[in-house]
């Protein structure tokens, strides 16, 4: 039996969704820096139309994804221009290396782009 809505935990920062953008704001494949629950992170419109949230450092070298090129869903890491795939966060060039990008939930409330990053395990 569920508990009642007044004794119910509320979420922890943890799982909750945090507004960080205006979705009318963000141009399509135009990288958005946003910080929640201490983290850097990156939120764009793809050319279809989907909201994508990702870490902002690179896991290849930590090169800055906020400056990064979006091209036909992948982001292009200026440093060394590898490029990973915003669904999947695969590494999709070159192919097996990179590593992979941590990407975040993404919900659209009343107009807001929200996302849900977990605090660094040290917060
Ligand atoms: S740091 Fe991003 S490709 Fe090397």
């Known amino acids: 039996m569920p508990l009642p809505e ?3 935990p509320m979420s922890t ?3 909750a969704f945090i507004p960080v953008a205006a979705l009318d704001d963000l141009e399509p ?3 958005r820096h946003v910080v929640a629950n201490g983290r850097h992170a990156v939120v764009a419109r793809l050319d279809d139309g989907r909201i994508v949230a990702f870490d902002m450092v690179c896991p290849h070298a930590m090169g800055n994804l906020a400056d990064g090129l979006i091209v036909r869903g992948q982001v292009i890491c200026p440093m060394h221009h590898y490029r990973y795939d915003l669904g999947s966060g695969e590494c999709a060039w ?3 290396e ?3 990008l941590a990407r ?3 919900e659209i409330r ?3 782009v929200c996302v849900r990053i977990p605090k660094p395990a040290w917060w």
């Open 29 to 31: 494949n135009e990288p």
């Open 98 to 100: 990179g590593g992979r």
């Open 104 to 106: 975040y939930a993404v």
């Open 6 to 8: 007044r004794i119910r």
């Open 110 to 112: 009343t107009g807001q």
């Open 13 to 15: 920062a943890e799982d």
């Open 94 to 96: 070159p192919r097996g």
